[in-house]
């Protein structure tokens, strides 16, 4: 599949205060966060030229870099406007923004107390969904990592950080390179977690349970279907989940700005062989998702 590079396109990304040229929008080799992972994202959808939960992202952004030890140098409003000027510069309708945190160049080393944060917001529009749109209706296929999501105490569990995405990226290609969608990731314990960029819902007995996310993100299209689900007066059980409890699920899902609502059709690997057939469920989640972002769908009877 043909695909432009992403450091050879048109248009313009907001860097240190300022949209630069596309091209031009350059850091240098010796930057600290590209050697230690001291660079914070968010992956931001937006539908009709608007971000989806902007603030809420924002947030997350700053609260983010606090938990790796440095500042976001814009405030919420700073944000915002950053953020408004990549849209309407670019001009967005449906697309994906990227604001990134990251230190610079100014040291060299573990140590990185000097460094100069920088703060850049990209974009990119060329895809509609993560996965798809075969996969989206019929369900993904998973494969079980060998990779685990870490304890709280090991790696910054709660913050975006990119240095987290490095076992994403493994996982994926494994599960990729064996014909596979997307990887299950369990955590340390056993327990299931999250696929590698998106959260996980399974339907039992007409209700929703969902991992609890004390060693991965609370993902913001995670918090987004709980809320929607329980308007629905669906019940929903945040717990600790163990893989055998996959043979009682009716329905899988996963959740993400990305993946938005996407049914899974089969979970294989050492936990088990499962398969799944999206249901009503899945469709209600995804039509009231796709509601709340403001796509015209069509209703489904509950």
Known sequence: MSMIPFDDRDGF?????RLVAWRDANLHVLSHGLHYASCVFEGERVYNGTVFCLDEHNERLRNSA????FEVPASMDDLARATEEVIRANNIV???VRPIAWRGSEQMGVS???TKIHLALAWWGDWTSYFSPEARAKGIRMRQSRWSRPAPNTAPVHAKATGLYMICTMAKHEAEAQGFDDALMLDWRGQLAEGTGANLFLVINGELHTP???CFLNGITRQTVIGLAKRRGIKVDERAIMPEELAKA???FLTG???EVTPVGEIVGDIGNYRFTPGTMCRLMQEDFDRAVGKKVAATAA
């Open 94 to 96: 449906e697309g994906y």
């Open 66 to 69: 606090r938990i790796l030890g």
């Open 112 to 114: 990185a107390q000097a």
């Open 13 to 17: 990304i907001w860097y240190d205060g």
């Open 212 to 214: 609890t996310p004390d």
């Open 250 to 252: 009716d329905e899988v």
């Open 257 to 259: 700005s990305a993946a």
